[in-house]
């Protein structure tokens, strides 16, 4: 989290070290089968900040791999975390038991959005988080008795996964090329992207950040009018676009203006902060740049929530969704395997309160 955003560059254009020591190379004795990776170095350990493959020299790992390793590699205070849970318990359904863990976890996430966000399910990663977000926009809906709010408005040049909802709700090209034939093109519908580089319009200048985000809320506006107000469900978005547009950031007041044109309309809010979320925006959560009046309904992140020493996710749940819940004892109809996995939340706390102790994201 030292960095801004991380992107997932190859590691051929990472940047390279002569090696601290002699490994060889055991790649010629994998026996597996052709893949069109199979150029990519053998990984033989990592440390700190640096990838150590079994031939060649050390790699920096500059970008955290996917954007993930926000600590480096080899974090004892982490393993010992880790291993502790596991010598107490290992996995427990999360349909079965509570778990100290994941309580801790769940009350340290509310905690940094002054409470602001109410409710958290653990999962493994962000396409989880975000099919668990689309399918608990649906079912709040269901509850209120507007099962007829089907829709959801996302953006172009954007990406919120790999699985078939996150997917269709991706405005990433190439990535849903091969799968247009199976993704859900009828319930999910983009706007353009927030591009104010790209976008503005006339010389430089000419367009002033307020001018710019009200021809923004206004596209959104007219999405909303074209499919029925009362048919859309959510409005998702990344607050700062990470791999489908190059770590591009909102002008001021356009996330404000996307709550407003939502709450006009009684449509949720989900913010996607997989990649731009945990501190890498010089804030814990990216919507708190904006100040107290841009809160989501729905948040999800991953990637450096748990610095890639377990894979690990999260859903958090606002006020307007899971106070309806708590009111009328209303639980959600999801779940996965390994939701609020105990070592999951034992390591993302470790290293969300190793990132809170040092103050990495200061500097952003």
Known sequence: MGQFLSSSRPASRAILHKTDTDISDSSSNLGHPQTPFDGLPVLAKAKGHYW??????????????????CLGHGRRDIFGAITTQMKAYSYASYAHFKTTPVQELSDWLVDSTGAKMRKVYIMCSGSEAIEAALKLAIEYFVWQGQPHRTNFIARDESYHGTTIGSLSASGHIARRE??????????????????????????PGAESDADFVIRKAAELEAEFQRLGPDTVAAVLLEPVVGAALGCVPAPSGYLAA?????????????LDEVMCGMGRTGWTHAWQGEGEGVVPDLQTIAKGFAGGYQPASALLVGERVAGLMEREGRTFTHGHTYQNHPVVAAAALQVQRAVEREGCWRGC
């Not at 079994?54 to 390793?69: K, M, T």
């Not at 519908?189 to 976008?199: D, E, G, K, L, S």
């Not at 996307?258 to 989900?270: F, T």
């Open 52 to 69: 150590y493959p079994s031939g060649g020299p050390r790699i920096l790992d500059a970008c955290g791999g996917a954007g993930v390793a």
């Open 178 to 203: 091969p799968f247009q034939s199976i993704l859900v093109s009828s319930r999910f519908h983009r706007v353009p992207a927030c591009n104010p580089y790209r976008q503005r319009l006339g010389p």
């Open 258 to 270: 996307v709550r407003a044109v939502c709450d006009a309309h009684g449509a949720l809010l989900v």
